[in-house]
């Protein structure tokens, strides 16, 4: 529970945390950001850590010239496309084992059947579209991997998902996130980007339940 209230406290003010840690680490934060967002996507055992919200803030603070723009977006890029790449290898070289087992506390069977719903629907694009859906972000690569998909399409729609993500969430914030009435409500502003980043995953859990 005390897991869950810090990283709540620290997505919905993280614009305070980001300033805070330029303050601390100045240029290393730039490789601080690419840790993260690499664990959100490369590590299915870290679905938690915040990405969307993390990427919006990061552009707003870009807005002011706390970050480069370009050198953010290579950067955020870069780990996006590196982890979802890692993730694959992990899900190919053991994901069947863990299909398998099905027990593990870290895999949660029920996150790897949302994003199986989500290759049945949407086949490859998955790739594409889960990188604006949290969890299914995570699993997506991991379960391209298990079911050995093509490295080279995964890798196509690897870096497009990447470079649409980061151009929406990083650009949304450079443009949007110093406006006065977005800047003045930005915890609002950032609980709305969640809801909506979950939303999707959530109808089709709904929808699953009520058709069984």
Known sequence: MDLIKTIMEFVFHIDKHLNVMIQNFGSWSYLLLFMIVFAETGLVVTPF????????????????????????????????????????????????RVFEEGHSRIFKKEYLDRTHRFYEKYGGKTIILARFVPIVRTFAPFVAGVGRMNYGYFF???????????SVFVGGGFYFGNVPIVKEHFSIVIFAIVVISILPAAVEVWRHRRTK
């Open 49 to 96: 850590l915040p990405g969307d919200s993390l990427l919006f803030a990061s552009g707003a603070l870009a807005s002011n010239g706390s970050f480069d723009f370009w050198r953010l977006f290579i950067v955020l890029t870069a780990a996006a496309v590196i982890g979802d790449s890692v993730n694959y290898a992990i899900g190919k070289a053991i994901g069947h």
């Open 156 to 166: 196509l729609y690897n870096v497009t998902g990447a470079l649409l993500w980061v």
